[in-house]
């Protein structure tokens, strides 16, 4: 499947548009053992006579350095990390992994302010069955069990903070007239308030009450108290409150308040229902959490498989090989499950975007093929030394992944920077396997001095690579010889957060007024490429478990037990 002499990796031909194809052959032993052959043919003066030509130009080559064979010619790497040897072996679901939870929270709409990623909290959410015959109310415990305290037929409802809110057209108010009979179930409370034109139930602090009326004021409450007779109190819910209300008029259905100690849960009524939400299709149920005393926090509370099958359409082309939908599937899995109770400032733990993983719910873009992969690495995880990894993964790394502490946190053993030469195999269908970027010295400038740098304009950047070939820490010069160092995650968030670029792995070039950077990949570069999966199920015939240990490093697989 390859061939690899000298420092110099040959990948299939299928991966390479070359002018020249280098064909590196192993000779019988009477030869030199640092003799380079090409095409049979040895090579007069070693690699520093050689120059390989490519679409992307020529390259001299150097007898101190590792190359690796792409799509765009042949590409120097950094301080000369090894190339693999052989096909990656393959891993067997050989143990077992005890998970907390057998169901995920997350976080759908959480966010306190307008941000471009993040959805923010809501004055009301609705709900409406998509496969399903009602709505139970009631709240999952610690261990994330659903307690039902009531139901509903209606299968269109709407969620609101007991504030003065809009539903239907109509605004429901949050004052209301408590009476003062307590009850010992939905069931009582419901036949109770069904005695008024605009009763409800509701559950206070784990008492059934029954209230009437939904006033904008306290004063038209009152009124409204004397006019009946006064029987009953003025009342207003805590700033912890939810009610639910039918859509289509507003009508009070049930109201919630706990405190801070439980929070409204809704699940739909139904063998494998699903739920529309906000254009979207849910399984599993809904908490809804007035974190602040305002607006509503909204999570998914789902079982893992589920969640999968909402992550794996949305992270990876649902028309990519079997293989590599399996590696995403098991990487999204082992993602979640160790990030459990990870976000505890939003009660959940993961987002539904790009600061977690991308989870639309059971969405268009889910298939047979995506679920065919959930389900047939169904309960499989990731593990390193009997526990579970941060199964990192990004779009594609431009041929070489990064080791974890030179990119966002310390030292992590699985997390290891490696050459990739397979993902070169997917740059037919990549956009980002190559690209270019230029700047103005001013702008950069601008850039480092944001960092409490003074720099008058950059006259020169310099960059150290890593083993691999990625840029880990990036130096700018100005005229006056003062410059400005960044490294590892200082360097990476300066790059690609505020300079632009797509990945760590680019080169500079000084231009007229500015500097051109050129590069591959899109990402952090840490842990599984997904073109590299791509490339190496589709092109190289791998399976799922050797992406997996090709990408992570010492792992295990195993399978998760409740």
């Known amino acids: 499947m390859k061939h690899k002499r000298h420092g110099i990796y040959a990948p299939t031909a299928a991966a390479l548009v070359l002018v020249l194809i280098l064909s590196l052959t192993a000779m019988p032993g009477a030869m030199a053992a640092d003799d380079v052959f090409v095409n049979g043919e040895v090579l ?12 992307g130009g020529a390259a001299q080559l150097s007898d101190s350095d590792v190359y690796v064979m792409t799509a765009d010619g042949i590409v120097r790497l950094g301080d000369g990390a090894a190339i693999p040897e052989g096909d990656p072996e393959h891993l067997e ?20 302010e307008a941000d471009s990623i993040r959805n923010p909290t809501l004055d009301t959410a609705n709900l409406e069955n998509a496969v399903g015959s009602g709505y139970s109310f009631g709240y999952y415990d610690e261990e994330r069990e659903f307690h039902a305290l009531g139901h509903t037929d209606e299968t269109k409802i709407t969620m609101a903070m007991d504030r003065n809110v809009v539903v239907g057209g109509k605004t429901v108010g949050c004052y209301h007239i408590l009476l003062p009979e307590k009850y010992t179930s939905f069931s009582e409370a419901s036949a109770a308030a069904s005695r ?68 409204l849960a809704v699940e739909p009524v139904g063998d494998n ?25 909204v999570i ?23 293989e ?64 579970l990894i941060d199964a990192m993964y990004c779009s594609s790394t431009g041929g070489a992944t990064e080791s974890s502490e030179n990119v966002m946190y310390s030292s992590v053993p699985y997390l290891r920077g490696k050459v990739d030469p397979y993902e070169a195999a997917a740059d037919s269908i990549n956009a980002n396997s190559s690209w270019t970027r230029t700047l103005t010295s001013s702008a950069i400038a601008g850039v480092v001095n944001g960092y409490g740098h003074s720099l008058s304009g950059i006259e020169s950047i310099t960059t150290e690579l890593s083993p691999s070939g990625n840029v880990i820490a990036i130096t ?40 051109e950077f050129t590069g591959g990949g899109w990402g952090h570069s840490v842990g599984m490429s997904q073109y590299g999966a791509y490339a190496m199920a589709d092109t190289y015939g791998f399976t799922y478990d050797q992406i997996i240990n090709f990408y992570y490093t010492g792992v295990e697989l195993n399978r998760g037990v409740y």
């Open 44 to 55: 007069p003066g070693g690699l520093t006579s050689t120059w390989a030509l490519g679409s």
């Open 93 to 112: 679901v050989s143990g077992t992994v005890a998970l907390p939870y057998d169901k995920v929270r997350v976080a759908l709409y959480y966010y306190d």
């Open 196 to 263: 008024y034109a605009d009763g409800f139930p509701a559950y206070y602090n784990g008492e059934f009450r029954v209230l009437y009326g939904a006033w904008e004021t306290s004063g038209e409450a009152q009124l409204a108290l004397y006019a009946s007779g006064g029987n009953g109190a003025v009342y207003t819910a805590t700033n912890r409150c939810v009610v639910v209300t039918r859509t289509s008029d507003g009508r009070i259905l049930f109201e919630f308040d706990c405190g801070s100690q439980r929070n």
């Open 273 to 297: 229902a699903l739920t529309w939400f906000k254009g979207n299709r849910y399984f599993g149920g809904f908490e809804y959490i007035r974190r602040t005393g305002g607006q509503l926090t």
């Open 300 to 322: 998914n509370v789902v079982g893992i498989e589920e969640y999968v099958r909402g992550v794996l359409p949305y992270e990876m082309n649902n028309s990519w090989p079997a």
């Open 324 to 387: 590599a939908l399996k590696t995403q599937a098991v990487c999204a899995r082992t993602y979640a499950a160790r990030h459990f109770d990870s976000l505890s400032a939003y009660q959940a733990d993961l987002t539904n975007d790009t600061y977690s993983q991308v989870y639309w719910g059971y969405g268009d873009a889910a298939s047979e093929n995506t679920d065919a992969a959930v389900e047939a690495t169904a309960g499989v995880y990731i593990t390193y030394d009997g526990r």
């Open 476 to 515: 700018f010069t100005d005229a006056a010889g003062a410059s400005a160092v960044f490294e590892k995650s200082a360097c990476y968030n300066l790059v690609t957060a505020r300079l632009g670029l797509n990945s760590i792995h680019f080169e500079v070039r000084k231009t007229p007024g500015g500097f």
